[in-house]
């Protein structure tokens, strides 16, 4: 007797198989029965419950389609059957008896999992027995247990604790259905201003992160920081489970922040750092904002000739540049300019917190500033010659101080001539460059003057000058000859050739100066060669000369020099050669590569009409034009897919061809009651472009304005539009940017309330939302995805966050350089390596200053790398920054330091090591200003903006198509 195996679960079956040890044959033959039934094909799974599944198929006999079978093997798993797998599958109790061939079979297995999908196949045996092959294989998956009971709603919601900035609740936590087991998640809803019903619940603001339901029956806590002090905030609950089911609001309660009566702690350490004959440098540690905890927000720092308390502390004179304060034990500064030389100042401060409570005024510091230096260094008496070259002669003297033969003196001033050196010709003659800072008083100095004619007599002198130009007279007078002889050494061969712009038809080139005898002197000339094919020892002479080739500079400055005429859309190979005055030619300089520009055409298109304003933003189509974005004022007739606009503002899009030509114009929004707003657009994942904005509604005292995200086609036609509130209705919320996620979704940037707080909004491909979130700062201007997957977002103030995936913030770091926080912004931002950002915008030092555009590099933790102003003695400002395909960046915006008119569009290149290759200005003699820039297909750039031309009496909507240099 042999025995066959079939778990079930825990359980064991066996089935016993009977061999009487006696060899079947056919009937009548006496031949051995060696045939099978047939394979069965029509097995399927069907009529599914959320714990069954009926299994159907037809008989096949005992031989082949023959007679009847003797037994079934019926197997099933949760994953595909094979002739591999069968054997672990599992088998169901009872099989049954087969019937007759072509006899319709049924079988109901139970004990299933719900939502399950289970592969069934089946094998049949005669007595032999002779198995067939594996049936067809079935598939049928199991009904869902349907859960339709939701948490039981939260009771007891209730204040267990406050103070100036945060409120505790706690409550007793439900289940998950109704009082039993565990709930999977929270809605968290709190409002300042409404009290909160079931209907109102949706527009509170939402807490962005929390907690998890712990255990039903528990008590759970959850803390709201940051809270305005002195408020009164309404709080409401719901609990959902898995599916999710959600429960009935909770009790609605409402809990007070304590008023903030607290000031800054006083500051007792003010002292000076540093003087001069006009300033004070002073150093203190900045207090808290509540004593010594937190960040204070003011500082009122005044000085006066007169001793100051309490009483007169508000009649002294206010230091101008006030510094923000630090985190509470920081070190801060300020230096205190325009001050009298020689005077006795009395310097105190005191500090505010946001709600305006002064702390007492700190120590009063008495600080002189020092006397007008009217000093002037010694004169050198010792200088002499004690080395020559062929090219050179080597000086050395010893050096004075900073007063007569005191300290340590600033700068040197040598010069020379083929004639006697006096006061009177000193001015005139060359300065040499390569003088070295002075050593202290006393010390021997030495310096090798190269560059010079050999067998030539050289008079040399020097003066030395104090921090405050007061100069030294001039010293004595030494004549020197370079050594006569055969010069046989050659200058050094250039390793650093490098294309530094390119355009389609000129290379520039950069490079630093060899010497005339290796890296030593000043080298004559140079021999520039370029050509379409590799440039070696071997062809050299086959390249093409380059000319207008300037005498070199001395050693190690840096060179440039801008072949043109070339040919567009070439590589070419460029090289060159040193030579020195005697003929000695340098080896060959390192090879540089580069490629030509397509021949880039240029337009532009400035779309008029009464009131039109800017263009905000663009991005590039796939044919090589563009869609702009903006806002239009009320009255303008064009077509609009929605209504006739007849508002404040209406939404604007255009499409320009890659001629320039006008594609399209579109007008849409919410009607006359709303100001409507685009300012950022950006390609979809699907095709088309999805625009971010805001839309406004007046009513009342305040604005009910909501985030917009639409999705406009490649013909102008809206596909979908949705607005979102941020915090709850009646706030002023609005979206500066729009970015898209890699999980086929999108991020949107902008800012939230009356003091503006940065937010995210995170939503699905069609604008739906998936989660939102507020940040430290004053609204986001700017947002992007990262390549780890996490967010930044850039803005007022030049404050910026990074954060995961999901909107949990990472870091903050505050860039700004202004007393205030509206004194910066940072209004572009992108990533340009694994570990590298960079941030555009402005800053302006003081409320009364000049704002300066403003660049700065971070690494991936918000450490500054570098950084760049722009600009001139006017205001100007950077909205735009992208990385062209030349490896540099483009920053585009508005500058009135330089130009034709009152404002002009400003287009510069920068390097990613913070040097300006070139800048541009664009307009005429009114207003003109640049927002967005893209790199066209044959490198020229695409520029939105806004010009007031033709004699227009507004700003008009404006796109632009330069060549790769920014020319038109």
């Given amino acids: 007797m042999r025995l066959r195996k079939s778990l079930i679960g825990a359980g064991l079956i066996v089935v016993l198989v009977l061999s009487c040890g006696v060899e079947k044959t056919d009937k009548g033959t006496g031949i051995p029965d060696s045939t099978p039934p047939a394979q069965i094909t029509d097995l399927a799974a069907i009529n599914p419950t959320d714990s069954s599944l009926v299994l159907t198929w037809t008989a096949p006999g005992d031989d082949d389609a023959n007679g009847t079978a003797a037994q079934y093997d019926i197997r099933f798993h949760s994953i595909v059957l094979t002739d591999s797998t069968w054997d672990s599958a599992l088998q169901p109790f009872s099989l049954p008896i087969p019937q007759e061939a072509g006899t319709p079979e049924t079988m109901l297995v139970l004990g299933l999992l719900p939502d399950t999908t289970y592969y069934f196949g089946i094998k049949a045996a005669d007595e032999v027995p002779n198995w067939s092959a594996i049936s067809n294989i079935a598939t049928g998956t199991t009904e869902a247990v349907l859960d339709t009971v939701p948490p039981a709603a939260i009771a007891d919601l209730r204040v267990t604790d406050a103070g100036y900035t945060f409120i505790e609740?706690?409550?007793?936590?439900?289940?998950?259905?109704?009082?039993?087991?565990?709930?999977?998640?929270?809605?968290?809803?709190?409002?300042?201003?409404?009290?909160?019903?079931?209907?109102?619940?949706?527009?509170?603001?939402?807490?962005?992160?929390?907690?998890?339901?712990?255990?039903?029956?528990?008590?759970q806590q959850y803390t709201f920081y940051d809270l305005d002090t002195n408020e009164n905030y309404c709080f409401a609950i719901k609990t959902a489970d898995e599916v999710p089911n959600w429960s009935a609001m909770s009790n609605v309660i409402i809990g007070a922040t304590a008023a903030d009566t607290t000031p800054p702690g006083p500051i007792a350490d003010l002292r000076v750092l540093d003087t001069t004959s006009t300033s004070l440098l002073l150093i203190w540690t900045a207090p808290g904002d509540d004593d010594t905890l937190g960040r204070a927000s003011f500082y009122d720092i005044r000085y006066s000739p007169r001793l100051m308390n309490e009483v007169n502390f508000p009649d002294a004179q206010i230091a101008p540049n006030l510094p923000k304060p630090s985190f509470a034990g920081t070190g801060d500064t300020?230096?205190?300019?325009?001050?009298?030389?020689?005077?006795?100042y009395y310097i105190a401060l005191k500090t505010g917190d946001e709600m305006l409570n002064w702390s007492t005024m700190s120590n009063v510091l008495a600080a002189r500033t020092a006397s007008i230096d009217r000093t002037p260094p010694g004169a050198i008496i010792d200088l002499r010659i004690i080395d020559s070259s062929l090219t050179s002669l080597t000086l050395s003297w010893t050096a004075p101080g900073d007063d007569g033969d005191v300290g340590t003196a600033s700068l040197y001033d040598l010069r020379y001539s083929t004639s006697v050196i006096n006061e009177t010709n000193f001015r005139a003659l060359y300065s040499y460059p390569g003088v070295t800072l002075p050593l202290s008083s006393g010390s021997p100095e030495t310096l090798m003057v190269t560059g010079l004619t050999k067998n030539t007599a050289y008079h040399f002198a020097i003066k030395t000058a104090d921090e405050v130009q007061n100069w030294s007279p001039?010293?004595?007078?030494?004549?020197?000859?370079?050594?006569?002889?055969?010069?046989?050494?050659?200058?050094?061969?250039?390793?650093?050739?490098?294309?530094?712009?390119?355009?389609?038809?000129?290379?520039?080139?950069?490079?630093?100066?060899?010497?005339?005898?290796?890296?030593?002197?000043?080298?004559a000339q140079y021999d520039m060669r370029y050509a379409t094919s590799p440039i070696t020892d071997d062809t050299w002479s086959e390249g093409i000369p380059a000319e207008g080739l300037r005498p070199a500079k001395p050693v190690h400055e840096a060179e440039s020099f801008e072949i043109i005429g070339l040919t567009p859309g070439l590589n070419y190979f460029l090289a060159l050669k040193t030579a020195d005055t005697s003929g000695n030619w340098s080896g060959l300089s390192n090879v540089a590569e580069a490629k030509t520009t397509t021949l880039s055409n240029t337009w532009y298109t400035i779309i008029g009409g009464t009131g039109r304003k800017a263009a905000r933003s663009i991005t590039l189509t796939p044919e090589g034009g563009a869609v702009a974005v903006g806002t239009i004022p009320n009255g303008v007739a064009y077509w609009s897919p929605s209504y006739s606009p007849q508002s404040t503002s209406d939404f604007y899009a255009t499409k320009v061809n890659a001629?320039?030509?006008?594609?399209?114009?579109?007008?849409?929004?919410?009607?006359?009651?709303?100001?409507?707003?685009?300012?950022?657009?950006?390609?979809?994942?699907?095709?088309?472009?999805?625009?971010?904005?805001?839309?406004?509604?007046?009513?009342?005292?305040?604005?009910?304005?909501?985030?917009?995200?639409?999705?406009?086609?490649?013909?102008?036609?809206?596909?979908?539009?949705?607005l979102h509130y941020v915090d709850g209705a009646t706030v002023v919320a609005g979206s500066r940017s729009v970015a898209a996620t890699s999980d086929g979704g999108y991020v949107l940037s902008g800012s939230v309330g009356g003091n503006p707080a940065a937010f995210l909004?995170?939503?699905?491909?069609?604008?739906?939302?998936?989660?939102?979130?507020?940040?430290?700062?004053?609204?986001?201007?700017?947002?992007?995805?990262?390549?780890?997957?996490?967010?930044?977002?850039?803005?007022?103030?030049?404050?910026?966050?990074?954060?995961?995936?999901?909107?949990?913030?990472?870091?903050?770091?505050?860039?700004?350089?202004?007393?205030?926080?509206?004194?910066?912004?940072?209004?572009?931002?992108?990533?340009?390596?694994?570990?590298?950002?960079?941030?555009?915008?402005?800053?302006?030092?003081?409320?009364?200053?000049?704002?300066?555009?403003?660049?700065?590099?971070?690494?991936?933790?918000?450490?500054?790398?570098?950084?760049?102003?722009?600009?001139?003695?006017?205001?100007?400002?950077?909205?735009?920054?992208i990385a062209v395909s030349d490896g540099n960046f483009v920053v585009v915006g508005s500058t009135?330091?330089?130009?034709?008119?009152?404002?002009?569009?400003?287009?510069?290149?920068?390097?990613?090591?913070?040097?300006?290759?070139?800048?541009?200005?664009?307009?005429?003699?009114?207003?003109?200003?640049?927002?967005?820039?893209?790199?066209?297909?044959?490198?020229?750039?695409?520029?939105?903006g806004w010009m007031t031309a033709h004699g227009a009496t507004s700003a008009d909507f404006s796109i632009i198509k330069t060549d790769a240099n920014g020319e038109l």
């Fill in 474 to 523: 001039l010293s004595n007078d030494v004549l020197g000859i370079a050594r006569p002889g055969t010069d046989t050494i050659p200058p050094a061969a250039i390793t650093n050739l490098y294309p530094q712009t390119v355009s389609h038809n000129s290379v520039t080139l950069i490079w630093n100066a060899s010497g005339d005898d290796s890296l030593l002197g000043q080298a």
């Fill in 659 to 722: 001629d320039g030509t006008v594609a399209w114009e579109r007008v849409f929004g919410h009607g006359p009651d709303y100001d409507d707003y685009l300012f950022s657009i950006i390609p979809a994942w699907d095709g088309g472009y999805i625009a971010a904005g805001e839309s406004g509604e007046r009513g009342g005292l305040v604005w009910d304005t909501r985030v917009v995200i639409a999705r406009i086609d490649d013909f102008g036609s809206i596909g979908w539009e949705r």
């Fill in 169 to 219: 609740l706690s409550w007793t936590v439900p289940g998950d259905d109704g009082s039993a087991g565990t709930a999977a998640a929270y809605d968290i809803r709190y409002s300042p201003t409404t009290l909160i019903t079931d209907e109102y619940f949706i527009h509170a603001k939402q807490v962005a992160d929390p907690p998890t339901p712990w255990l039903a029956d528990s008590t």
């Fill in 334 to 344: 300020i230096r205190i300019s325009g001050l009298q030389s020689e005077t006795e």
């Fill in 896 to 944: 009135k330091s330089f130009g034709a008119g009152k404002s002009d569009m400003y287009v510069a290149k920068i390097s990613p090591t913070a040097t300006i290759l070139w800048e541009r200005t664009i307009g005429d003699s009114e207003s003109d200003g640049a927002t967005g820039v893209i790199e066209a297909p044959d490198g020229g750039l695409i520029i939105s």
């Fill in 761 to 881: 909004f995170k939503t699905d491909a069609i604008g739906q939302e998936t989660w939102k979130r507020q940040y430290s700062g004053y609204g986001g201007n700017a947002v992007i995805q990262c390549h780890d997957t996490g967010l930044m977002i850039a803005g007022v103030g030049l404050f910026v966050t990074k954060t995961d995936a999901q909107g949990k913030n990472l870091w903050g770091r505050d860039y700004g350089q202004g007393a205030y926080y509206y004194n910066d912004s940072g209004e572009s931002l992108i990533q340009y390596g694994i570990d590298d950002y960079v941030i555009a915008g402005w800053t302006q030092a003081s409320y009364f200053g000049m704002k300066d555009g403003y660049v700065i590099w971070i690494d991936s933790l918000g450490n500054k790398r570098n950084e760049l102003y722009l600009g001139g003695g006017n205001d100007d400002a950077i909205s735009k920054i």
